[in-house]
Each structure stands twice: as C-alpha cells, then as structure tokens.
C-alpha cells in the first residue's frame, strides 16, 4: 500500500505544476485542487463500504489476507462466496423457539414502514392545523412546541418505561410506535411547507363543499409532496436505525429488531466477524434503496428549516 | 433555534374558527404529548428524589442521587469524555463541514452532486451499524484504519485503538467525523448558497482577498446556520451513546478505564442495567440542564435570537 504515498506526492507535484503554468491567476491549479480534495474525502467516505461489502463476501480464510478484495485472478468460491451470509441466516434456538434472521429483518420492515405511515398522517395532520387555521392558544402551543424540542429523549427513557410497565405495553410494538407518532419537529416541517399553500385554494375547496379534513387529504397533503418525500425518509431512518428504545423494550428473541440483534452478535460472533458484518451490509441496504429514490426531496427538505431562519 | 417557524404572517392565515377542526386536527399531538411527554416530564422530576430497584419499588432519597452524582468519579468521567466529545465536534468536525462545503459551492453541478451525495451517505447508516464497522477497522495489524495510517504516516499497525484508554476517544471522534461530516455540510452548502453573492462581488471589488472576503462577509451573513449548526451539534454530541456502545461491546461501551463512557452510556448503565430508574432520572435532568444552558448562551453570546 505504498503506492499510496506515491500517488499524494503525484497529486501534489501536479499541483505545483499547474500553478507554475500560470501563477498569476492560477484558475487550473486551483480547480484542480478543489477536485482532488473533494476526490480524496469521498475516497475515504466511500472506503469503510468498500470495505464492508469485501468483508462480507470474503471467506474466513482470506479475510485478513487482502485490505479489500482478493486480486481479480484469485476470485473463486474458495475466497469469495456467502458462507458468512449462510450463517447468518441459519435458524439459530433460543427461548422462543428457532429464529431466523429475516425474522429480525421482517421486524424492522414493519417497525419502521409502520412509524413512518402513522408519523406521516398524524405530524401533517397537526402541521396543517397550526399552518392554516387560527385558533386560542395557537401561540402558546407553538412555543410549547418549540421548548420540547430541546428536552433531551434520554431524560424522558426512564419515566416512559416505567409508564410502559404499568400499561403492560413492554415488549409490544405498540409501546414502541405510540411515544414517537407525533413529534414536534415533524409538526413544525409540515408547517413550513403548507404555510405556502394559497389559502384561496382552501377557500375554493370550501366554495365547494369539501369538508375540512378532506381539504388537507386531497388538496393540500399533494401540493407538500416533497416535504412529505422528505419526512418519510427522515422517520423511516429514524426508527429503522433507532437502538435504545427497542433494547430497552423488546425482550423476546422474536421481536428483536436488527440494530438490537446485530449489536448482541458482536459478542456472539466475536471470532468470526465476517457473519455480523455480513447483517449489518444486509441492515444498510434498505434505507439506502430508499435514499437514493427520495435524495432530491430529502437534501433539500432537511435544509429549509434551518436557511430560512 | 432557527428551525423555529418564523413569527406567523397573518396574511398566510384564514381567521376563522372553523369549528373545532383545528382541535380535532391537534388533538393526537395533545394527547400523545401529555402522555409521553408532560407526564415523563414532571415524572422524571419526581422520580430524581427516589432510589428505584426496577420500575415497581422505589424509596424517596431526596437530593441523594444528585449528591451521589457529584461525588462519583465515574460520572465526571463520563461527563468529561462527552465534553472533549462535543469540543472536538465544535472544532474539528465543524470547520471540516465548512471547508468541504466551500468546496462544493463553487463547483460544477453535476460532480457537485455526486460529491454531495457521497459525502452524506454514511448519514444513512445507524450509529449501531457504523459501530459495528468502525469496531473492526481499529482491529490491530489487520483493521483498515490500522493499514491506512501505516501507510500514510508509518505509524499505527499494531495500535489498540479500542483496547488503549488513550486512543479511545480519538477512535470515537474518527468515527464521528465519517459520519457527521457531510451531515454538517448540508446546511452550511444550503446556506452558502443563499448568501448574497453581489455583496460578495461588490468586497472583492473593492480589494478584499479571498480569506477576507469569506471572513467579513460571507461568514457574518450565515451565522444564522452557524449557530443553529453548533448548538444542534453539541446537543447531539452530549446525547452520544450508541456509537461507543458498539466500538467497544466487550465493556457495554466504557471502554478500557471508562475511556469511552458518555454521559448517556452512564445513564443506561445505572438505571436500564443496574435498575435504578430514579439516579438515571437524576443523570437526564443534569444532562438536559447542561444542554439547556449551553444552548442559552450560545444564542446569547451570539446575538441571534436578538435579531
């Protein structure tokens, strides 16, 4: 891997060139240098998942053999195949009887496809209401809104699982989903979204006869499509990748999601890591199919809370 | 905070009542909030007074779990790693974002976004999972981070990143920059991108440098974003729990001497581990006053919230 000190001194002497080209304004030089910067953080962003994904596929015998894949004449089912991937997969006995890891993927699926509907309907609901209507203590609200963004989730943790003990709501998807179906922050989003929304199209609604709850289902909730784009991504990564709830409450084997799972599997395959890096490549995947589908909506979406301002 | 909404325009609003559709509308958020939210709250207050073993049996302490918080040498330990944690957010990882951010600004669009997009990616993977990950690139001799750093610099092959008190929290701040780098970058490109560029011109014309034209101008007119980045940073940085929890699973995320423990990592450990909800409610009070006041005098220093 020496070459890698060969290939920066290149990179440097070519900038120094450049700049010797025309040192008065040097617009190549410096384009150039912009581009190898830039170059060089996505290399080493990009690194640690090149790497993932080698791991995963390389066998137990040549994984720390190469950093990265096995050169492209040794590639064979002796060096790269799915053993760790079978592993993982394989029913594995606990309490609850076998459990297979899908089990654990179908869990995340629905935990997090269900938070996201449900957060979805209810914080646009409530944006619409503080975006579009006046109301007695619409201020009061809005600053009340705003203090509860800054208390910590954690503060809360021991109380609501005291709370969940006494509602006999441990270890249920229910305990899980309901603390978070309305947060403040995606109550404000949608707000910032539908305050653009003309109100004299609001008003044609009326004109016509539409109920108001029909008004924010079918006329307003299209028109705030990007934001709604954007939020889905933000609360399904959210609760996919939410630990410390579903550790504190879930208890069966069986109801485990993957960050839960994954997290225990570190000690159990301690020897053996290629079988838990394989889960997390299988983990990233789906918010990353997601990702890529919304990413227009979602950059521009996290930003508009915060230039506005 | 700048996410807040700006103060309502009364023009944007329709001024009557409506019956009681507005209520009906709020009504999830007022019930779910009372009951997850305002009643945690006041709960967590009245909890702090009491020594709990598991939810069901409790003894009222009075001051005693603070008491104990204040004598506890693992607490200040726990409270000093997330401090030098949030610092090295503040001041590493903050101006990385910006530098990086300025980078892309100028740039042309179509790498631009690819870039971006490059930059962000590892926002989409959970803490626990780049744990998980980072874990294994500290491994000695074999771990990519340990190859990388031999290669570049010739030190490092053998290191103990996660075994070695002394490099624990530097193997912490790494992975937090892989992580939260381009996340930062995002709004500082968003901001960058509104600010007035003829007022920029109109500097550059009149003789100011590069360096003095980003000091004087461009940075002045999104200290808006600067702010709301840093106070939401460190806010964040003080809630760091899950990240350490996986680089270091043999010790639940203290690390060799507690070098890797957080405020949070405390808090789970004394009240979801060793049972005792009551101190772990003490530790969220202590932890959510810091963060109070911290952001308080961030927006106060500053100026924003005056404007």
Known sequence: MNSMRWALLGMVALFFVLYACEPRRPRLALGYLKIVLLALASAGVLAPFVWLVAAAFKDKSVLNEYVFFPP????????????????????????QGTVYFWQYLLNSVFFASTSTVLQLFFCSLAGYAVAKYNFRGKAWLLSFMLGSLMIPGILLMPPIYELMVRLHLVDTYQGLILPGVVSAYGIFLFRQAMIAVPNEMIDAGRVDGCGEFWIYLRLVMPLVRPMSAAFCLISFLGSWNSF??????????????LPVVLNLYIA?????????????????????ILFFALQREFISGLSTGAVKG | MSRSPRSPAPRAQIQTHRGGAPYWFLA??????????????????????????????????????FAFLLADPVFHKALKNTTIFALCSVFLQ????????????????????????VLFSPNLVGQIFVGILFGVLFTPRYGLINRFSQALIGWGLEEQWLGNPALVMPAIVITALWVWVGFNMIYFLAALQSVDKGLEEAAS??????????????????RHVVVFVVVTSIIGSYQLFELPLALLPQSNGSGPDNSGLTVIGYLYQVAFAGGDLGLGAAVGWTLAVIIFVISWLQIRVTGVAAE
């Open chain 1, 72 to 95: 492209l004449r040794l590639w064979s089912s002796a060096t790269l195949n799915l053993n760790n991937f079978r592993e993982l997969l394989a029913g594995k006995s606990s309490v």
């Open chain 1, 244 to 257: 410390f709830a579903p550790n504190v409450f879930l208890q069966s084997q069986d109801k485990l999601t």
């Open chain 1, 268 to 288: 159990q395959y301690a020897n053996e890591y290629g079988v838990f890096l394989a889960g997390t490549l299988i983990a990233i995947v789906p918010p990353a």
């Open chain 2, 28 to 65: 999830p958020y007022l019930v779910l909030t009372t009951v997850f939210l305002l009643y945690p709250l006041l709960h967590a207050g009245v909890l702090a007074f009491y020594q709990t073993n598991g939810p069901r049996s409790r003894v009222f302490v009075g001051l005693d779990n």
């Open chain 2, 94 to 117: 903050l101006p990385l974002s910006l530098g990086l951010a300025l980078l892309l600004n100028s740039g042309n669009s179509k790498l631009k976004g690819f870039f971006r997009l």
């Open chain 2, 205 to 222: 014309i009149d003789g100011a440098n590069a360096l003095a034209v980003f000091w004087y101008v461009t940075l002045p007119s999104m």
